[in-house]
């Protein structure tokens, strides 16, 4: 039987946020941002292990209790790029090829156990493995020069790219190790493989916190208990 792993790579500094703490580490609901995109695996009862990969040099991990976690590892082996951080933790984890992989942001801290579940459900059998996305809903613009639009992009089967990525530990790795650290998300280097990962849908609550207004969103969903 294959086993299910979590694999959160956590070794950002989040520049876009423009915090003066890797945005990971930012307080939502009075936990870490990572504290709570761990709670959605390690509560879920079809999760094996909770791999979470942070930078040699992350000076915050320590100052928090993660005690609460029984199925929770840690690596100081995050990478110069999300491949490479993803990569170094696949190698560090006790898995088989055929078990099954969830990569999942640590800035997605909303992920409710409705979508984990549906990912689950929808996966399990697939002979590829897929994503959680969520169909594009805003016209695209292409920006040109002096901030004016050079081009509309059509949105017809345009869809933003969520976490969890689930695919077969042996996949996953052949696919990131013949990537390199060019990819931004695990399903492109699977695609680079000539497979085609499935598109399960999600929604806008699973939200990734990029900019600081993110964060009173993120803040607003987790007091909700979504
Ligand atoms: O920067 P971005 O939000 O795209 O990062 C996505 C995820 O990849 C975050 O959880 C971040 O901590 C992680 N990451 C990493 N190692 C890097 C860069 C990003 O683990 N070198």
Not at 148 to 172: K, N
Request: charged share 25%.
């Amino acid at each position: 039987m294959s086993r299910y792993f979590a694999l959160l790579p956590a070794a950002g500094v989040g520049a876009r946020m423009g915090a003066d703490q890797p945005k990971q580490y930012l307080e939502l609901q009075g936990h870490p941002m990572l504290w709570h995109a761990i709670r959605a695996f390690d509560a879920h009862p079809a999760i094996s292990a909770v791999q979470v990969v942070i930078s040699p040099e992350d000076g915050w991990w320590d100052a928090y209790d993660w005690s609460g976690f029984c199925r929770l590892r840690v690596a100081r082996a995050g990478g110069a790029s999300r491949a490479a951080s993803v990569l170094n933790g696949l190698s560090v984890m006790d898995a088989e090829a055929e078990d099954w992989v969830l990569v999942h942001d640590a800035a997605r801290p909303c992920l409710s156990r409705a979508l984990l579940d549906k990912l689950l459900d929808e996966l399990s059998a697939d002979p590829v493995g897929g994503i959680l996305a969520a169909p594009v809903a805003d016209t695209l613009k292409r920006a040109g020069e002096g901030g004016r639009i050079q081009e509309t992009v059509s949105r017809e089967r345009l869809w933003g790219a969520q976490t969890p990525q689930m695919f077969r530990y042996g996949v996953l790795r052949s696919a990131l190790e013949r990537a390199g650290s060019g990819v931004t998300d695990e399903a492109s280097a699977v695609e680079a493989l000539g497979m085609s990962p499935r598109l399960v849908e999600s929604d806008r609550t699973n939200l990734k916190v990029t900019f600081p207004d993110d964060l009173a969103l993120a803040d607003w969903l987790l007091s909700r208990g979504s």
